[in-house]
Nanobody
């Protein structure tokens, strides 16, 4: 089992950058694929990015490809989402998640962080 805490959200102007972090507790972090999802007000939770257990495979939603980078440090039990060229439509609560496969569906993840708010002003 793994517990996740995601941090790093905040208010940023369009075109700016933020880095989200997800810290895990538990001894089996390196066994899990990890993902980032986001949920804007009135919308369903959507896939943002995923990374497999060793970082060798990474997947991105088309809307963030080329702007966001997912990475992980298994020794430190950390996962990151570096976000650049942020747009107002990136405004959402961002959640980190852990599961057995680096999938794009939220149902593929078993453990979730509490969420961190990202607000991009125009």
């Amino acid at each position: 089992q793994v517990q996740l805490v995601d941090t790093g959200g905040g208010l940023v102007q369009a075109g700016g950058s933020l880095r989200l972090s997800c810290v895990a507790s538990g001894r089996t972090f390196s066994r899990y694929a990890m993902g980032w999802f986001r949920q804007a007000p009135g919308k369903e939770r959507e896939f943002v990015a995923a990374i497999n257990w060793n970082g060798g495979l990474r997947y991105y939603a088309d809307s963030v490809k080329g702007r966001f980078t997912i990475s992980r440090d298994n020794a430190k039990k950390l996962m990151y989402l570096q976000m650049k060229s942020l747009k107002p439509e990136d405004t959402a609560v961002y959640f980190c998640a852990a599961g057995n496969t680096a999938g794009t569906g939220s149902h593929e993840y078993d453990y979730w962080g509490q969420g961190t708010q990202v607000t991009v002003s125009s």
